[in-house]
């Protein structure tokens, strides 16, 4: 069995989006009890990681040190038709994760305790996301 | 169904190599409308990404920033049996992907309007490359 | 078809550990001939990756590689709970992979020759990890 489901999100610029409980409600909503949830996004400027869930400090953690990896404007960069954040955006995207799968069982995403799902979007400014999820399995 | 079909791509070395064509064409033959496409290489010096697929410009500033970030021949690097590049390209390896899920829908890999599949070979030699594709779905 | 398992690692601490005998092990034991097997590590401060099985330098290059990107007890980092390891156990996590999937082709996992299946434990203290197989396919 196959289900596919389209979940738009609006970002309200670069940050962290939790996208744990909209997963899971796919999931239980699917009926399939083992098999594999498959979370796509369909962008090169935001993307996808699992992280841990409790701490918001880690989210802050982790932007700061992007920031400090791919900062934004730095004149390596020759892609910048969009602003300074539009190559570092897609270098982020790059290091982190376009598509993540996650395993179900007894009808539900199996994380581990500290697992949250995580939208990251890279541009400054807000923007409209697609993820596409296809939930298989029996 | 699953499907598996082995493609071959002849590197000129490093870069990067679009493989979105080749990959779109197996799902076509497959005959798989809903499901998924998984893509594998059969490698540790030459990865897979989803990016940007417009401006070639983008290729040339990740290229720029993995340079910077992990330099060729860095004395830190003891595995160097291959030459200055060998050590980087595992570790630039181990920071994109060796395996990419892409959603089957409508009989085609439901990629974003930007996103472009590539194979990013990290040795300065041309090498031959294997990637295998797993078809699955209805 | 699909089956699950789960598999215990007891970590001495940061450094890697090859689960490539397991992996391959519970594909043999699974009876699926033609498929995926996909590997899903339950953290978010230790993760996964496939590269170079050979040469014990690899591992010891990519230690030092992430020691110096991501450096314990950087004053960056605000979350420190659990000590200087702890923001960048997860850094290196979302870095590296949490999931990974593997083409099963003829009984097996169809790895290139010099490829291997790593957990990399990031945290400095021995840990209990949790890693969840789910082996789908014909």
Excluded at 2 to 8: A, L, V
Excluded at 58 to 63: A, I, N, Q, Y
Excluded at 74 to 103: K, W, Y
Aim: charged share 20%; with cysteine; aromatic share 6%.
């Amino acid at each position: 069995m196959i289900k596919q489901e389209e979940i738009r999100i609006s970002t309200g610029g670069r940050g962290t989006y939790d996208l744990s409980r909209q997963v899971q409600q796919a999931v239980r909503s699917s009926g399939i009890s083992t098999g594999m949830c498959h979370v796509f996004i369909c962008h090169t400027s935001a993307s996808l990681m699992i992280c841990e869930n409790a701490d918001p400090a880690v989210m802050r953690d982790l932007e700061t040190f992007m920031a400090q990896q791919v900062p934004d404007g730095d004149p390596m960069f020759t892609h910048t038709a969009e602003g300074p954040d539009d190559m570092p955006a897609h270098v982020r995207s790059i290091l982190t994760q376009t598509d993540l799968n996650l395993p179900v069982r007894d009808g539900r995403c199996a994380l581990g305790t500290w697992q949250g799902i995580y939208l990251w979007e890279h541009r400054t400014a807000p923007h409209q996301r697609k993820v596409l999820l296809t939930i298989s399995g029996e």
